[in-house]
Protein backbone atom coordinates (compact mmCIF):
# COMPACT_ATOMS: atom_id res chain seq x y z
CA UNK A 1 0.00 0.00 0.00
CA UNK A 2 3.02 2.43 0.66
CA UNK A 3 4.67 1.89 -2.13
CA UNK A 4 1.89 2.49 -4.18
CA UNK A 5 1.65 5.94 -2.90
CA UNK A 6 5.18 6.19 -3.44
CA UNK A 7 5.05 5.04 -6.91
CA UNK A 8 1.79 7.35 -7.19
CA UNK A 9 3.32 10.50 -5.97
CA UNK A 10 6.29 10.10 -8.33
CA UNK A 11 4.93 9.37 -11.07
CA UNK A 12 2.63 12.72 -9.87
CA UNK A 13 6.20 14.43 -10.00
CA UNK A 14 7.58 12.74 -13.34
CA UNK A 15 4.58 13.90 -15.09
CA UNK A 16 4.66 17.35 -13.50
CA UNK A 17 8.26 17.69 -14.36
CA UNK A 18 8.06 16.40 -18.10
CA UNK A 19 5.45 19.36 -18.32
CA UNK A 20 7.89 21.55 -17.01
CA UNK A 21 10.96 20.36 -18.73
CA UNK A 22 8.72 20.16 -22.48
CA UNK A 23 7.67 23.96 -22.22
CA UNK A 24 10.94 24.93 -21.22
CA UNK A 25 13.66 22.74 -23.47
CA UNK A 26 11.20 20.96 -26.35
CA UNK A 27 11.08 22.81 -29.07
CA UNK A 28 7.72 24.31 -29.67
CA UNK A 29 5.27 22.34 -31.98
CA UNK A 30 5.35 22.66 -35.79
CA UNK A 31 1.90 24.33 -36.91
CA UNK A 32 0.26 21.78 -38.72
CA UNK A 33 -2.50 23.83 -39.96
CA UNK A 34 -2.45 26.79 -42.03
CA UNK A 35 -4.63 29.66 -42.83
CA UNK A 36 -5.09 30.90 -46.43
CA UNK A 37 -6.65 33.95 -47.54
CA UNK A 38 -7.83 33.21 -51.12
CA UNK A 39 -8.36 36.90 -52.09
CA UNK A 40 -10.03 38.49 -55.60
CA UNK A 41 -7.03 39.71 -56.35
CA UNK A 42 -4.24 38.77 -53.70
CA UNK A 43 -3.79 35.39 -52.04
CA UNK A 44 -1.69 34.45 -48.81
CA UNK A 45 -0.73 31.63 -46.27
CA UNK A 46 0.01 32.15 -43.17
CA UNK A 47 0.94 29.31 -39.41
CA UNK A 48 0.37 30.34 -35.93
CA UNK A 49 3.44 29.74 -34.06
CA UNK A 50 2.80 28.51 -30.65
CA UNK A 51 4.77 30.33 -27.46
CA UNK A 52 5.49 32.79 -29.08
CA UNK A 53 2.06 34.10 -30.45
CA UNK A 54 2.83 35.17 -33.51
CA UNK A 55 1.70 34.60 -36.41
CA UNK A 56 4.00 34.47 -40.01
CA UNK A 57 2.27 35.26 -42.88
CA UNK A 58 4.91 32.87 -45.36
CA UNK A 59 6.87 33.90 -48.39
CA UNK A 60 5.58 32.40 -51.42
CA UNK A 61 7.51 33.91 -54.20
CA UNK A 62 10.63 35.80 -54.57
CA UNK A 63 10.12 37.35 -50.75
CA UNK A 64 6.11 38.43 -52.06
CA UNK A 65 3.77 36.95 -48.75
CA UNK A 66 1.33 37.74 -51.25
CA UNK A 67 0.92 36.29 -54.74
CA UNK A 68 -1.46 38.00 -57.40
CA UNK A 69 -4.50 35.44 -57.10
CA UNK A 70 -3.96 35.03 -61.16
CA UNK A 71 -3.11 32.06 -63.03
CA UNK A 72 -1.97 31.61 -67.14
CA UNK A 73 -1.06 28.78 -69.19
CA UNK A 74 1.32 28.84 -71.62
CA UNK A 75 1.20 27.83 -75.45
CA UNK A 76 2.96 24.75 -74.82
CA UNK A 77 0.62 24.01 -71.82
CA UNK A 78 2.78 24.95 -68.89
CA UNK A 79 1.00 26.42 -66.04
CA UNK A 80 2.06 30.17 -64.92
CA UNK A 81 0.64 31.32 -60.94
CA UNK A 82 0.91 34.65 -59.53
CA UNK A 83 3.69 36.61 -60.18
CA UNK A 84 4.46 34.48 -62.86
CA UNK A 85 1.47 35.02 -64.18
CA UNK A 86 1.17 38.47 -64.48
CA UNK A 87 4.66 38.73 -65.60
CA UNK A 88 3.42 37.20 -69.39
CA UNK A 89 -0.22 38.38 -69.17
CA UNK A 90 0.86 41.46 -71.97
CA UNK A 91 1.49 38.64 -74.39
CA UNK A 92 -0.82 36.04 -73.39
CA UNK A 93 -4.58 37.60 -72.52
CA UNK A 94 -6.49 35.36 -73.54
CA UNK A 95 -5.05 32.71 -71.67
CA UNK A 96 -4.55 34.98 -68.24
CA UNK A 97 -7.06 34.26 -65.67
CA UNK A 98 -7.51 36.49 -62.54
CA UNK A 99 -10.58 38.10 -60.97
CA UNK A 100 -11.88 33.83 -60.37
CA UNK A 101 -13.41 34.47 -56.92
CA UNK A 102 -15.84 36.98 -58.95
CA UNK A 103 -17.32 33.47 -60.41
CA UNK A 104 -16.34 31.11 -57.72
CA UNK A 105 -19.44 28.78 -57.02
CA UNK A 106 -22.19 31.39 -58.58
CA UNK A 107 -24.95 30.63 -60.92
CA UNK A 108 -25.07 33.11 -64.02
CA UNK A 109 -27.72 34.05 -66.71
CA UNK A 110 -26.02 33.91 -70.68
CA UNK A 111 -27.02 37.99 -70.54
CA UNK A 112 -24.61 37.80 -67.11
CA UNK A 113 -22.07 36.05 -68.70
CA UNK A 114 -21.98 38.28 -72.03
CA UNK A 115 -22.26 41.45 -69.52
CA UNK A 116 -18.95 40.19 -67.61
CA UNK A 117 -17.06 39.12 -70.93
CA UNK A 118 -17.31 42.94 -71.79
CA UNK A 119 -14.32 43.64 -68.93
CA UNK A 120 -12.22 40.00 -69.43
CA UNK A 121 -9.63 39.49 -72.27
CA UNK A 122 -10.21 36.01 -71.13
CA UNK A 123 -13.45 34.06 -72.70
CA UNK A 124 -16.18 33.10 -70.36
CA UNK A 125 -18.66 30.33 -70.51
CA UNK A 126 -21.49 29.11 -68.30
CA UNK A 127 -22.19 25.05 -68.15
CA UNK A 128 -25.98 24.10 -68.04
CA UNK A 129 -26.24 24.76 -64.47
CA UNK A 130 -25.24 28.31 -64.95
CA UNK A 131 -22.02 27.60 -63.15
CA UNK A 132 -19.25 29.84 -64.73
CA UNK A 133 -16.01 28.56 -66.39
CA UNK A 134 -13.22 30.08 -68.90
CA UNK A 135 -12.00 28.87 -72.33
CA UNK A 136 -8.35 28.97 -72.40
CA UNK A 137 -6.28 27.48 -75.86
CA UNK A 138 -3.54 24.92 -74.79
CA UNK A 139 -1.21 23.65 -77.57
CA UNK A 140 -4.25 24.80 -79.84
CA UNK A 141 -6.81 22.80 -78.18
CA UNK A 142 -9.78 24.40 -76.01
CA UNK A 143 -9.65 23.26 -71.92
CA UNK A 144 -12.41 24.73 -69.88
CA UNK A 145 -11.22 25.55 -66.49
CA UNK A 146 -13.76 26.35 -63.98
CA UNK A 147 -12.99 29.24 -61.07
CA UNK A 148 -12.48 26.21 -58.31
CA UNK A 149 -9.76 24.95 -60.41
CA UNK A 150 -8.17 28.49 -60.56
CA UNK A 151 -8.44 28.56 -56.99
CA UNK A 152 -6.96 25.51 -56.41
CA UNK A 153 -4.24 25.99 -58.78
CA UNK A 154 -3.34 29.23 -56.59
CA UNK A 155 -3.90 27.63 -53.04
CA UNK A 156 -1.66 24.60 -54.54
CA UNK A 157 1.25 27.69 -55.08
CA UNK A 158 0.57 28.53 -51.04
CA UNK A 159 0.45 25.04 -50.06
CA UNK A 160 3.84 24.30 -50.97
CA UNK A 161 5.19 27.19 -50.22
CA UNK A 162 4.20 26.85 -46.74
CA UNK A 163 5.19 22.79 -46.95
CA UNK A 164 9.35 24.36 -47.85
CA UNK A 165 8.98 26.65 -45.06
CA UNK A 166 7.72 24.29 -42.49
CA UNK A 167 9.96 21.40 -43.87
CA UNK A 168 6.76 19.25 -43.44
CA UNK A 169 4.06 17.94 -45.84
CA UNK A 170 0.92 20.58 -45.49
CA UNK A 171 -2.58 18.92 -44.89
CA UNK A 172 -4.87 20.52 -42.95
CA UNK A 173 -6.14 24.42 -43.92
CA UNK A 174 -8.94 26.96 -42.64
CA UNK A 175 -10.11 28.86 -45.24
CA UNK A 176 -11.89 32.67 -44.97
CA UNK A 177 -14.47 34.06 -47.88
CA UNK A 178 -16.56 36.95 -47.83
CA UNK A 179 -19.09 37.44 -45.17
CA UNK A 180 -21.77 37.51 -48.18
CA UNK A 181 -20.79 33.91 -49.90
CA UNK A 182 -23.68 31.83 -49.51
CA UNK A 183 -23.42 27.76 -49.28
CA UNK A 184 -22.65 27.31 -53.17
CA UNK A 185 -20.15 30.02 -53.00
CA UNK A 186 -18.42 28.50 -49.90
CA UNK A 187 -18.86 24.67 -51.26
CA UNK A 188 -16.76 25.46 -54.38
CA UNK A 189 -14.01 27.50 -52.10
CA UNK A 190 -13.50 24.52 -50.41
CA UNK A 191 -13.46 22.38 -53.41
CA UNK A 192 -10.37 24.60 -54.76
CA UNK A 193 -8.68 23.72 -51.07
CA UNK A 194 -9.57 20.23 -51.78
CA UNK A 195 -8.75 19.91 -55.66
CA UNK A 196 -5.59 20.97 -54.11
CA UNK A 197 -4.96 18.33 -51.55
CA UNK A 198 -5.86 19.69 -48.27
CA UNK A 199 -8.39 18.89 -45.84
CA UNK A 200 -10.84 22.11 -44.98
CA UNK A 201 -10.93 21.99 -41.25
CA UNK A 202 -12.95 25.31 -40.96
CA UNK A 203 -14.40 28.42 -43.54
CA UNK A 204 -14.65 31.95 -41.70
CA UNK A 205 -16.12 34.94 -42.56
CA UNK A 206 -13.18 37.21 -43.74
CA UNK A 207 -14.21 40.31 -41.15
CA UNK A 208 -14.10 37.82 -38.37
CA UNK A 209 -10.69 36.75 -39.48
CA UNK A 210 -9.66 40.45 -39.55
CA UNK A 211 -11.20 41.21 -35.93
CA UNK A 212 -9.14 37.57 -34.94
CA UNK A 213 -5.97 39.42 -36.15
CA UNK A 214 -6.93 42.67 -33.91
CA UNK A 215 -7.32 40.05 -30.76
CA UNK A 216 -10.66 41.04 -30.27
CA UNK A 217 -11.61 37.55 -29.60
CA UNK A 218 -10.10 38.32 -25.92
CA UNK A 219 -12.16 41.07 -25.07
CA UNK A 220 -14.46 41.28 -22.16
CA UNK A 221 -17.84 42.00 -22.81
CA UNK A 222 -20.17 42.38 -26.05
CA UNK A 223 -18.40 44.57 -28.61
CA UNK A 224 -19.74 46.34 -31.41
CA UNK A 225 -17.11 46.15 -34.88
CA UNK A 226 -17.03 47.25 -38.48
CA UNK A 227 -14.55 45.85 -40.65
CA UNK A 228 -14.04 48.08 -43.47
CA UNK A 229 -12.67 45.92 -46.12
CA UNK A 230 -11.84 47.98 -49.49
CA UNK A 231 -9.16 46.41 -51.79
CA UNK A 232 -8.54 46.53 -55.61
CA UNK A 233 -12.32 46.47 -57.06
CA UNK A 234 -14.28 45.88 -54.32
CA UNK A 235 -16.02 47.37 -50.57
CA UNK A 236 -17.17 45.21 -48.13
CA UNK A 237 -18.53 46.72 -44.60
CA UNK A 238 -20.12 44.43 -41.56
CA UNK A 239 -21.20 44.80 -38.32
CA UNK A 240 -19.92 42.17 -36.19
CA UNK A 241 -21.47 41.70 -32.75
CA UNK A 242 -18.20 39.63 -30.77
CA UNK A 243 -18.36 38.46 -27.26
CA UNK A 244 -16.24 35.92 -24.99
CA UNK A 245 -15.06 34.62 -28.34
CA UNK A 246 -18.09 34.37 -30.13
CA UNK A 247 -18.81 36.33 -33.07
CA UNK A 248 -21.99 36.89 -34.84
CA UNK A 249 -22.60 38.79 -38.06
CA UNK A 250 -25.24 41.43 -38.16
CA UNK A 251 -25.29 43.20 -41.23
CA UNK A 252 -23.45 43.75 -44.22
CA UNK A 253 -23.66 46.09 -47.26
CA UNK A 254 -21.06 47.05 -49.55
CA UNK A 255 -20.14 48.10 -53.49
CA UNK A 256 -18.76 45.51 -55.82
CA UNK A 257 -17.32 47.50 -58.35
CA UNK A 258 -15.35 50.06 -56.11
CA UNK A 259 -11.39 50.05 -55.14
CA UNK A 260 -8.35 51.19 -55.79
CA UNK A 261 -8.89 50.10 -59.68
CA UNK A 262 -11.10 52.71 -59.56
CA UNK A 263 -9.13 55.20 -58.14
CA UNK A 264 -6.34 54.61 -60.81
CA UNK A 265 -8.41 55.04 -63.58
CA UNK A 266 -9.71 58.92 -62.51
CA UNK A 267 -5.72 59.53 -62.16
CA UNK A 268 -4.99 57.59 -65.60
CA UNK A 269 -8.10 59.99 -67.81
CA UNK A 270 -6.70 62.89 -65.99
CA UNK A 271 -2.93 62.06 -67.24
CA UNK A 272 -4.22 61.60 -70.63
CA UNK A 273 -6.06 64.62 -71.03
CA UNK A 274 -2.56 66.34 -70.08
CA UNK A 275 -0.97 64.74 -72.63
CA UNK A 276 -3.45 65.39 -75.53
CA UNK A 277 -3.48 68.97 -74.21
CA UNK A 278 0.13 69.49 -73.94
CA UNK A 279 1.40 67.52 -77.55
CA UNK A 280 -2.30 67.78 -79.52
CA UNK A 281 -2.64 64.27 -79.78
CA UNK A 282 -4.10 61.85 -77.71
CA UNK A 283 -2.19 58.62 -76.50
CA UNK A 284 -3.49 55.16 -78.07
CA UNK A 285 0.20 52.99 -78.01
CA UNK A 286 -0.60 50.30 -76.09
CA UNK A 287 2.54 49.78 -74.47
CA UNK A 288 2.41 53.52 -73.58
CA UNK A 289 -0.70 53.21 -71.93
CA UNK A 290 0.77 50.10 -69.89
CA UNK A 291 3.04 52.05 -68.54
CA UNK A 292 1.29 55.06 -67.67
CA UNK A 293 -1.09 52.72 -65.93
CA UNK A 294 2.06 51.14 -64.18
CA UNK A 295 3.10 55.03 -63.24
CA UNK A 296 -0.09 55.76 -61.64
CA UNK A 297 -0.22 52.94 -59.41
CA UNK A 298 3.40 53.84 -58.37
CA UNK A 299 2.21 57.72 -57.85
CA UNK A 300 -0.85 56.21 -55.62
CA UNK A 301 0.92 54.35 -53.32
CA UNK A 302 3.88 56.70 -52.80
CA UNK A 303 1.24 59.83 -52.09
CA UNK A 304 0.45 57.62 -49.31
CA UNK A 305 3.30 59.19 -47.68
CA UNK A 306 4.50 62.08 -49.41
CA UNK A 307 2.36 64.99 -50.69
CA UNK A 308 3.65 65.20 -54.07
CA UNK A 309 5.43 63.32 -56.85
CA UNK A 310 6.60 63.45 -59.94
CA UNK A 311 6.13 61.03 -62.48
CA UNK A 312 8.47 60.75 -65.30
CA UNK A 313 8.03 58.40 -68.40
CA UNK A 314 9.35 57.99 -71.47
CA UNK A 315 6.44 57.81 -74.18
CA UNK A 316 8.36 55.87 -77.10
CA UNK A 317 4.83 56.65 -79.51
CA UNK A 318 5.37 60.36 -79.15
CA UNK A 319 9.31 60.24 -78.96
CA UNK A 320 8.61 62.49 -75.78
CA UNK A 321 9.85 62.10 -72.08
CA UNK A 322 6.06 63.25 -70.38
CA UNK A 323 7.03 64.44 -66.50
CA UNK A 324 4.27 65.70 -64.08
CA UNK A 325 3.97 67.10 -60.70
CA UNK A 326 0.97 65.11 -58.82
CA UNK A 327 -0.05 66.71 -55.42
CA UNK A 328 -1.99 64.11 -53.10
CA UNK A 329 -4.45 67.19 -53.10
CA UNK A 330 -5.15 66.86 -56.68
CA UNK A 331 -5.49 63.26 -56.44
CA UNK A 332 -8.04 63.15 -53.51
CA UNK A 333 -9.74 66.10 -55.58
CA UNK A 334 -10.28 63.60 -58.81
CA UNK A 335 -11.60 60.81 -56.73
CA UNK A 336 -13.57 62.82 -53.90
CA UNK A 337 -16.74 61.47 -55.13
CA UNK A 338 -16.25 57.58 -55.11
CA UNK A 339 -14.25 57.97 -51.47
CA UNK A 340 -16.95 59.29 -50.16
CA UNK A 341 -19.15 56.67 -51.42
CA UNK A 342 -17.20 53.89 -49.39
CA UNK A 343 -19.65 55.83 -46.21
CA UNK A 344 -22.39 54.62 -48.03
CA UNK A 345 -22.45 51.20 -46.78
CA UNK A 346 -21.23 51.94 -43.64
CA UNK A 347 -24.39 54.47 -43.20
CA UNK A 348 -26.37 51.51 -44.44
CA UNK A 349 -25.35 48.89 -42.05
CA UNK A 350 -25.91 51.44 -39.03
CA UNK A 351 -28.85 52.25 -40.19
CA UNK A 352 -30.31 48.14 -40.56
CA UNK A 353 -29.54 47.37 -37.39
CA UNK A 354 -30.46 50.94 -35.73
CA UNK A 355 -26.94 51.93 -34.19
CA UNK A 356 -25.06 54.79 -33.96
CA UNK A 357 -21.90 55.44 -34.34
CA UNK A 358 -21.63 56.05 -30.45
CA UNK A 359 -22.29 52.42 -30.29
CA UNK A 360 -19.24 50.94 -31.87
CA UNK A 361 -16.64 49.69 -29.93
CA UNK A 362 -13.89 49.32 -32.76
CA UNK A 363 -13.28 50.14 -36.27
CA UNK A 364 -11.30 47.51 -38.37
CA UNK A 365 -9.83 48.70 -41.57
CA UNK A 366 -8.89 45.63 -44.16
CA UNK A 367 -7.48 45.85 -48.12
CA UNK A 368 -4.72 47.90 -49.24
CA UNK A 369 -7.30 50.69 -50.18
CA UNK A 370 -7.93 51.93 -46.86
CA UNK A 371 -4.06 52.94 -46.40
CA UNK A 372 -5.16 56.22 -48.31
CA UNK A 373 -4.84 58.89 -45.81
CA UNK A 374 -8.18 60.33 -47.14
CA UNK A 375 -9.98 57.28 -47.13
CA UNK A 376 -9.16 56.72 -43.48
CA UNK A 377 -9.83 60.24 -42.64
CA UNK A 378 -13.40 60.26 -44.04
CA UNK A 379 -13.93 56.83 -42.16
CA UNK A 380 -12.89 58.18 -38.81
CA UNK A 381 -14.20 61.11 -39.26
CA UNK A 382 -18.09 59.67 -39.71
CA UNK A 383 -17.55 57.37 -36.77
CA UNK A 384 -15.69 59.82 -34.68
CA UNK A 385 -13.49 56.67 -34.08
CA UNK A 386 -8.96 56.19 -34.47
CA UNK A 387 -9.85 53.18 -36.75
CA UNK A 388 -7.81 50.14 -35.94
CA UNK A 389 -4.76 50.03 -38.35
CA UNK A 390 -1.76 48.45 -36.91
CA UNK A 391 -1.69 45.28 -38.26
CA UNK A 392 -0.88 45.46 -42.28
CA UNK A 393 -4.44 45.71 -43.63
CA UNK A 394 -3.40 43.53 -46.69
CA UNK A 395 -2.24 40.83 -44.39
CA UNK A 396 -5.05 41.08 -41.29
CA UNK A 397 -7.68 38.79 -42.99
CA UNK A 398 -4.82 35.59 -43.46
CA UNK A 399 -3.95 36.66 -39.59
CA UNK A 400 -6.67 35.80 -38.71
CA UNK A 401 -7.32 32.82 -40.60
CA UNK A 402 -4.33 31.22 -39.50
CA UNK A 403 -5.09 32.60 -35.69
CA UNK A 404 -8.08 30.43 -35.92
CA UNK A 405 -5.78 27.39 -37.70
CA UNK A 406 -3.89 27.68 -34.52
CA UNK A 407 -6.96 27.46 -31.78
CA UNK A 408 -8.48 24.46 -33.56
CA UNK A 409 -5.06 22.81 -33.68
CA UNK A 410 -4.58 23.55 -29.74
CA UNK A 411 -1.49 25.62 -30.28
CA UNK A 412 -0.35 26.99 -26.82
CA UNK A 413 -1.06 30.01 -25.31
CA UNK A 414 -3.89 30.07 -27.17
CA UNK A 415 -6.69 28.96 -24.84
CA UNK A 416 -9.39 31.03 -26.19
CA UNK A 417 -11.89 29.73 -28.38
CA UNK A 418 -13.37 31.68 -31.52
CA UNK A 419 -16.61 30.44 -32.86
CA UNK A 420 -19.19 32.31 -35.39
CA UNK A 421 -22.56 32.01 -34.75
CA UNK A 422 -25.02 31.20 -38.06
CA UNK A 423 -26.17 33.64 -38.81
CA UNK A 424 -29.34 35.00 -40.35
CA UNK A 425 -27.58 38.36 -41.69
CA UNK A 426 -29.45 41.51 -43.22
CA UNK A 427 -27.92 42.10 -46.21
CA UNK A 428 -28.30 45.50 -48.00
CA UNK A 429 -27.61 46.23 -51.65
CA UNK A 430 -27.13 49.83 -52.68
C1 LIG B 1 1.32 19.76 -78.42
O1 LIG B 1 0.65 19.07 -79.43
C2 LIG B 1 1.51 18.32 -80.28
C3 LIG B 1 0.71 17.74 -81.41
O2 LIG B 1 -0.65 17.60 -81.06
C4 LIG B 1 2.21 17.25 -79.46
O3 LIG B 1 3.09 16.51 -80.25
C5 LIG B 1 2.99 17.92 -78.31
O4 LIG B 1 3.55 16.95 -77.48
C6 LIG B 1 2.06 18.81 -77.50
N1 LIG B 1 2.86 19.53 -76.52
C7 LIG B 1 2.53 19.60 -75.24
C8 LIG B 1 3.45 20.37 -74.36
O5 LIG B 1 1.54 19.04 -74.79
C1 LIG C 1 9.47 30.85 -43.09
O1 LIG C 1 8.78 32.08 -43.16
C2 LIG C 1 9.14 33.01 -42.15
C3 LIG C 1 8.21 34.21 -42.27
O2 LIG C 1 8.16 34.70 -43.58
C4 LIG C 1 10.61 33.39 -42.35
O3 LIG C 1 10.99 34.29 -41.34
C5 LIG C 1 11.46 32.13 -42.29
O4 LIG C 1 12.78 32.46 -42.56
C6 LIG C 1 10.97 31.10 -43.29
N1 LIG C 1 11.70 29.87 -43.09
C7 LIG C 1 12.11 29.12 -44.11
C8 LIG C 1 12.87 27.89 -43.74
O5 LIG C 1 11.89 29.39 -45.28
C1 LIG D 1 -22.05 21.24 -50.79
O1 LIG D 1 -21.30 20.07 -51.11
C2 LIG D 1 -21.80 18.90 -50.51
C3 LIG D 1 -20.88 17.75 -50.81
O2 LIG D 1 -19.93 18.06 -51.78
C4 LIG D 1 -23.22 18.66 -51.02
O3 LIG D 1 -23.75 17.51 -50.39
C5 LIG D 1 -24.10 19.86 -50.71
O4 LIG D 1 -25.38 19.70 -51.27
C6 LIG D 1 -23.47 21.13 -51.27
N1 LIG D 1 -24.28 22.29 -50.88
C7 LIG D 1 -24.49 23.32 -51.67
C8 LIG D 1 -25.35 24.41 -51.13
O5 LIG D 1 -24.00 23.42 -52.77
C1 LIG E 1 7.67 56.06 -55.85
O1 LIG E 1 8.58 55.71 -54.81
C2 LIG E 1 9.59 54.81 -55.22
C3 LIG E 1 10.40 54.43 -53.99
O2 LIG E 1 10.57 55.51 -53.14
C4 LIG E 1 10.46 55.46 -56.30
O3 LIG E 1 11.46 54.57 -56.73
C5 LIG E 1 9.56 55.86 -57.47
O4 LIG E 1 10.32 56.55 -58.45
C6 LIG E 1 8.41 56.72 -57.02
N1 LIG E 1 7.52 56.92 -58.15
C7 LIG E 1 6.95 58.10 -58.42
C8 LIG E 1 6.13 58.16 -59.64
O5 LIG E 1 7.09 59.07 -57.70
C1 LIG F 1 -6.69 52.95 -32.18
C2 LIG F 1 -7.19 51.63 -31.71
O1 LIG F 1 -8.37 51.38 -31.67
N1 LIG F 1 -6.27 50.76 -31.33
C3 LIG F 1 -6.58 49.42 -30.88
C4 LIG F 1 -6.27 48.41 -31.96
O2 LIG F 1 -6.39 47.07 -31.47
C5 LIG F 1 -5.56 46.78 -30.36
C6 LIG F 1 -5.71 45.30 -30.06
O3 LIG F 1 -7.03 44.97 -29.80
C7 LIG F 1 -5.93 47.67 -29.19
O4 LIG F 1 -5.10 47.40 -28.09
C8 LIG F 1 -5.80 49.13 -29.62
O5 LIG F 1 -6.24 49.97 -28.57
Same mark, same amino acid.
Request: proline share 4%; glycine share 8%; net charge negative.
Given at each position: ??????????????????????????????????????????????? +?????????????????????????????????????? @????????????????????????????????????????????? %??? /????????????????????????????????????????????????????????????????? !????????????? =??????????????? @???????????????????? /????????????????????????????????????????????????????????????????????????????? !??????????????????????????????? %??????????????????????? =???? +?????????????????????????????????????????????????
Amino acid at each position: MGSAFIILGSSILAVLLAGFFAQKYLPPPKPKIVGIDLGTTFSCVGV +YQAVTGTVDILDVQDKHKCIPSVIAFSESGQTLVGYDA @VAQEEHNPQNTLYDAKRFIGKVFTPQEIAQAQERYSFKIAADQDG %MAY /FIVLVNGTERHVYPEEVGSIIIGTLREAAANNLSAPVLKVVLSVPAEFDAKQRNHTKKAAVLAGL !EVLRIINEPTAAA =LAYGLHNRLGLQNVI @VVDLGGGTLDVSLLNVQGGM /FLTQAMSGNNRLGGQDFNQRLLQYLKKVIVQRYGAPLTDKEDLQGLLLHVEDIKINLTNTRECEIKLWLHSLSKTFS !EKITRELFEDLNADLFKKVLEPIQKVLEAVE %MTREDIDEVVLVGGSTRIPKVRE =LIKE +YLAKEPNTSIDPELAVASGVSIQAGIIGGMWPLTVSAVELPTRVKKIQL
